[in-house]
């Protein structure tokens, strides 16, 4: 079973960008998605952003048009670059992916605290 470490969490003032990486420990380039999700205190784990295996990138509306996903297939390593940070993005960020039969890839891991405040 592939494994996630998420990691670039830190304080970050308002309008302030951090960029998060996701280190697999196998290929996730055969999976239906992979993404960046994230869970605040007293809330829901929501999706961020994703990446499906055939199709174009997607986004929270939320986050869009301030957070870009990208991801390096050689390094198997999934990004979530985070611009224009507000208090209400503050969370923890984790990564983990689908597989084509809805399941989830990998465990969720310990994620990675992004704390947006002045």
């Known amino acids: 079973q592939v494994r996630f470490v998420e990691s670039g969490g830190g304080l970050v003032q308002p309008g302030g960008s951090l960029k998060l990486s996701c280190a697999a420990s196998?290929?996730?380039?055969?999976?239906?998605?992979v993404g960046w999700y994230r869970q605040a205190p007293g809330k829901q784990r929501e999706l961020v952003a994703q990446?499906?295996?055939?199709?174009?990138?997607n986004y929270a509306g939320s986050v869009k048009g301030r957070f870009t996903i990208s991801r390096d297939n050689a390094k198997n390593t999934l990004y979530l670059q985070m611009n224009s940070l507000k208090p209400e993005d503050t969370a923890v960020y984790y990564c983990?992916?689908?597989?084509?039969?809805?399941?989830?890839?990998?465990?969720w891991g310990q994620g990675t605290q992004v704390t947006v405040s002045s």
């Open positions: 990446i499906p295996g055939g199709g174009s990138t």
């Open positions: 196998g290929s996730i380039f055969s999976f239906a998605a």
């Open positions: 983990n992916a689908r597989r084509y039969s809805g399941n989830w890839a990998a465990d």
